[in-house]
């Protein structure tokens, strides 16, 4: 048993009275000492500090400080490499709010099929901060990303952080911990980088530093120029540098060597989240249009040049409240507030690769950015742990995340020939002449139906999906047989319309065709499209459909960043046969049906036949 446990045994054993006594005895002995130390050294030593968390990709940690302690840095060090240094916040990360890594990728299968609330995943922190400071004293908390110095570190090599000269404990490995495995490479070939301009990134990515990498400066300046004139053009706003970027412009003149990106805004003139939000999708779709490929995350839009996809520029959507606070859906990690009256609009500046906007008086916004303690250098910051506020109703949902998803995809990627589910399919007897294809996307498979001397319509709720596939069809001579239209199927009066009228058209029987779409809708919009389905079929029209099975959940996939849905196959089955009305004729659940790349998906197929109402 430890010293510690056999302490605390002890003291459990004394009355609650005296032990309450003896334990504010000792705090007021720890404070004295401290001030002793300070005033005899002219500095002041931690009272208490620890890491407490080294993992893969963070190491996290406190020092216990007096409030009247000059600020002072934490060191990482890498055997006897410095490799970076940061200022612990008092009443900060780790104390504050939480805000889960859920923007990482794709939203998760279980929560996305619930309705969500804006700003779930979003947890205060204790009152108290977590820690308990004794009278004088305060927690200052720090963090660093490392997820790219392992490939560094050697077998012994030694990890350890340092606050005035003295090691921090780190949890459950003492003053220092040891790698336990032989990297790729060596602290020799990490220290050569160092001295090239390389550096630990925010994010924890060992590169060269923003501040000399001038090749990356000219290309993500040419991006936020264009960015910059399409929305001003199209929605009359200013993009200005905002966040990390902003904040270098204004402490350091250019970039921020451990920056990792480049921060844009702009300020919407909604004064809702909601509106906000919805906004920026319109916003997305603009910059798809001018060929930029975009990724809508639930609180920022990634801006990527189209030919190299590493080149990125991050876009947040701002607004006034009614009561004309500025809100932040990515959140702010200050206290003081920023207002309509703060805010006198937008001047060009200098900055590192070419002119930018910047607000004009900009420190206090990057005082309610980032608090008070903006002009100390923080290379571990993070916001998972900083965020003190969140404009929850403006964060994006997944609904919208897709729309620009899938227009993005469609502009940025062609299919060739009809899919292995379509080879399927049309061997089957009896297949009718007129398809529907639900969910076709970019078109291939209505191609493919209409070379076969179908006639076809294919809906999709992307815009840019239907012009494709009109374009392209024309260009391969099925324009008369393959007509494309704009429906979204989770509007089901939309949805109803087009299927009634395309069961109208058509005196024989249908195929109802859907590849790849159930399980990128959610169940209840599912419900809806089978419903809409049974009320327009008629005997013998066909029901095909190819989709993920929750046995492929957790299998790897290609395109990550979008929602997915995995159901089980028999329950589908049962429905389909119960009360949707069809017969199943064959089916199939198995990966081989469709590999792409690297990924090779179980899938179900299934295709049936109505056996119609008592009246047909």
Partial sequence: ?????????????????????????????????????????????PAVGMVER??????????????????????????????SSTYPTAEGTLSGMRLAPEDEGPPSAQAATRPRRAGAGVAAGRVD?????????????????????????????RISVTFDGQPLPIT????????????????????RKLDQGYTLTQTGRIMLSKRLDTQWQQRIAAIYSTVREVVAERFGYDVFIAYGTLLGSVREGGYISHDADFDSAYISRY??????????????????????EVDLRQRVLHIHDPEDRTYRIDLFHLYFDPGGRLRFPWGVAGT???????????????????QVLRPINPEPLVAHIYGDDWRLPKPGFHWWHARREVAEDGILTIVQRDRVYWSNFYAHHTSSGGSTFFAAVSELDGLPGAVVDIGCGDGHDSFAFAQSGRTVLGIDQ???????????????????????????VSDPAA??????????????????YLRFFLHSVTAEVQEEVLAHIRSVARAGDVFAAEFRTDKDEKRKKTFGNHYRRFQSAAEFRAALEGRCGFQVVSDQESDGLSPYGDEDPILYRVVARFRGRPSD
């Fill in 54 to 83: 080294l993992g893969d990709t963070q190491i996290a940690g406190w020092v216990m400080v007096s409030v009247q302690t000059a600020p002072a840095p934490v060191t990482l060090q890498l055997g006897s490499i410095e490799l």
């Fill in 271 to 292: 004064r809702t989240g909601r509106e906000a939000a919805e906004e920026l999708v319109d916003i997305a779709m603009a910059l798809i249009e001018v060929g930029f």
């Fill in 336 to 354: 003081r507030g920023y207002t309509t009256d703060d805010f006198v609009g937008t001047e060009p500046v200098d900055f590192s690769g070419g």
């Fill in 495 to 512: 949805l109803g319309a087009v299927l009634e009228r395309f069961r109208g058209q058509h005196a024989g029987n249908v195929l109802f």
């Fill in 129 to 157: 901060g977590r820690r308990n400071a004794p009278d004088g004293y305060e927690a200052r908390t720090f963090s660093f990303q490392i997820r790219e110095i392992w490939p560094y570190l050697n077998k012994g090599d």
């Fill in 1 to 45: 048993m430890s010293k510690a446990s056999v302490r605390r045994q002890v003291i459990d054993r004394i009355p609650e009275g005296q032990r309450t006594r003896l334990l504010r005895w000792r705090r007021a002995t720890r404070v004295v000492r401290g001030r002793v130390h300070e005033q005899l050294t002219g500095s002041a030593r």
């Fill in 462 to 488: 992307s815009a840019v999906a239907v012009q494709g596939a009109t374009a392209r069809a024309e260009q391969l001579g099925v324009a008369d047989r393959a007509v494309f239209e704009v429906c979204d």
């Fill in 172 to 191: 459950g490995h003492g003053l220092f911990f040891r790698a336990r495995t032989d990297g790729a490479s060596n602290l020799r070939a990490l220290r």
